[in-house]
């Protein structure tokens, strides 16, 4: 467990690292940072190595298929690298040759691709000329986006790349 919370706590520093623009830190990437942290280290506390079981099987999933890549590397079948979730599985391994915890990695994943649908949504509404607000996040990167973050599975990756 101390091991678990130390890799979260230095993942954190990694988003409030990512929060940081040209001129200062962004308020909402930094609560983001913060809530992460705490969340995923309040979810393995309360549920510990049973949290991939929290909410979804689908964390499950992503396990073995990490597990099934380390097992038998990587196919050039696309079929295979779809079906494998190629996309999400191998930053995740690499995550995992330095020592993070698979599914913290998944989840770590999902926190930073929430950054940059932030990012993404806050540099859009900037150049038509709206002056972002705190509560604006509600809206693309709310509390339930904020959720899914912590449970590490594929769907705000899949939003990024269709944001």
């Known amino acids: 467990m101390l091991m678990y919370v130390v890799q979260s706590i230095l993942l954190g520093g990694v988003l409030v690292l990512i929060a940081r623009n040209s001129r200062a830190f962004n308020t909402y990437q930094i609560l983001l940072a913060v809530v992460w942290t705490l969340a995923v280290i309040a979810i393995r506390f309360k549920y510990g190595i049973d949290q991939v079981t929290f909410y979804s099987n689908d964390q499950e999933t992503q396990i073995f298929l990490v597990n099934r890549f380390i097992k038998y590397g990587l196919s050039f079948s696309p079929?295979?690298?779809?079906?494998?979730?190629?996309?999400?599985?191998?930053?995740?391994?690499?995550?995992?040759?330095?020592?993070?915890?698979?599914?913290?990695?998944?989840?770590?994943?999902?926190?930073?691709?929430?950054?940059?649908?932030?990012?993404l949504c806050s540099d859009f509404l900037a150049r038509e000329g709206i002056t972002v607000k705190l509560w604006h996040a509600i809206f693309f990167a709310g509390p339930l986006f904020i959720f899914l973050s912590t449970i590490g599975l594929r769907d705000l990756e899949i939003a990024l790349f269709a944001t």
């Open 79 to 119: 079929t295979i690298a779809i079906s494998d979730r190629y996309l999400v599985v191998i930053p995740v391994r690499m995550l995992d040759l330095f020592g993070i915890d698979q599914l913290l990695a998944f989840k770590f994943l999902q926190a930073i691709s929430l950054s940059y649908i932030y990012k």
